[in-house]
């Protein structure tokens, strides 16, 4: 184990965070399911590999914002972690809203006829579609603060949070890929959708508030 911690006490937390906000439904599942039904299980994978190398862009931005905070003061990181907190607490009850009205995937206006594209067609979508929602670069500025402490390397920590990040993902959206023709139905169930988001949202909210409450730093 590296000197700062590749897996601390806050590891398992986080893996229990990404892997539910992993298999959360959203744009990403999405794109892996409408380029699957386009073009056929390659680019299913190519479309899931892409798509999750844009974490690694996300979190070196967020270690840059990490690092620059830290230079200031320790309070100045822990405002940032507040702030993270409120929004998990926040993506939590969005997620319990959704679950209350019971919204599925729109597969079904998704799947279509197979064509063929180019070959770099697929993996250039994946990565803009990450890369360019800035959704996901917020997400990463409010999520990964909470596992990275003070004495941290702040780059080193994320890519390392942001790798494991890739493994989870990718191991759902390629198995969204093999799923695609014979699941499709399964996929756009409400009722699937409702409990994921009820499960996911539950959690976040659960652990935005006992990240709120944690001690200041002296």
């Not at 594209?117 to 697929?122: F, L, T």
């Not at 990040?165 to 023709?181: E, R």
Request: glycine share 10%.
């Amino acid at each position: 184990m590296a000197e700062w911690g590749l897996i601390d006490s806050q590891f398992l937390p986080f893996l229990i965070a990404i892997t539910l906000l992993s298999l959360s439904p959203g744009v990403d599942t999405l794109l892996v399911i409408r380029n699957t039904a386009r073009g056929g299980v390659g680019d299913g994978v190519m479309t899931s590999v892409a798509i999750c190398c844009g974490l690694f862009v996300h979190a070196t931005i967020s270690a840059l914002g990490i690092s620059l905070i830290l230079l200031q003061s320790a309070w100045a990181f822990h405002a940032l972690k507040m702030v993270g907190a409120a929004y998990l607490i926040w993506l939590g009850i969005k997620s319990l809203l959704e679950a209350r009205r019971g919204q599925g995937l729109p597969v079904a206006g998704v799947l279509q006829s197979r064509s063929r594209v180019a070959w770099w067609q697929p993996m250039k979508e994946g990565l803009l579609s990450n890369v360019l929602n800035p959704k996901t670069v917020v997400f990463y500025m409010a999520f990964l603060p909470q596992f990275i402490a003070p004495s941290d390397p702040a780059l080193l920590k994320s890519l390392w949070l942001a790798g494991v990040h890739f493994v989870i993902a990718n191991l759902w959206q390629i198995s969204v890929v093999w799923m695609v023709g014979g699941a499709s139905k399964w996929l756009a169930s409400a009722r699937f959708a409702q409990w994921l988001n009820g499960l996911t949202g539950g959690v976040l909210v659960l652990f935005g508030i006992k990240l709120a409450l944690e001690q200041r730093p002296s």
